[in-house]
């Protein structure tokens, strides 16, 4: 159990997951570092089609992320994607960074 904002839950507190590394690889691939150590390799292709990501089939746009508070944006923060997302979804893969 653990207390937070005076709420009690129940469970162990699981600490909230940010990406500590990024970079951005050929084809769309983004490598991503995240602070429980992990590192996973995102593939960005099936999001390009969705509105908010159009902007990142620019591959000069696509290459400039960032990361901000744990965050990986571009376009100073106007385009973003949660960390959570990128590690559900992202393959174990080793890539030297």
Do not use: C, H
Not at 15 to 43: H, I, Q, T
Not at 58 to 67: H, S
């Amino acid at each position: 159990m653990y207390i937070l904002d005076g709420i009690a839950y129940a469970g162990n507190r699981t600490p909230e997951l940010k990406v500590s590394g990024v970079k951005p690889m050929d084809n769309y691939l983004l490598w991503v570092r995240f602070n429980n150590g992990e590192a996973k390799v995102f593939d960005f292709k099936p999001l390009l089609e969705k509105s908010a990501f159009i902007p990142l089939k620019d591959i000069d746009v696509f290459k400039g992320v960032y990361i901000d508070y744990g965050i990986p944006v571009w376009n100073d923060g106007d385009i973003d994607i949660s960390p959570e997302y990128l590690y559900e979804n992202g393959q174990n893969e080793r890539i030297t960074a």
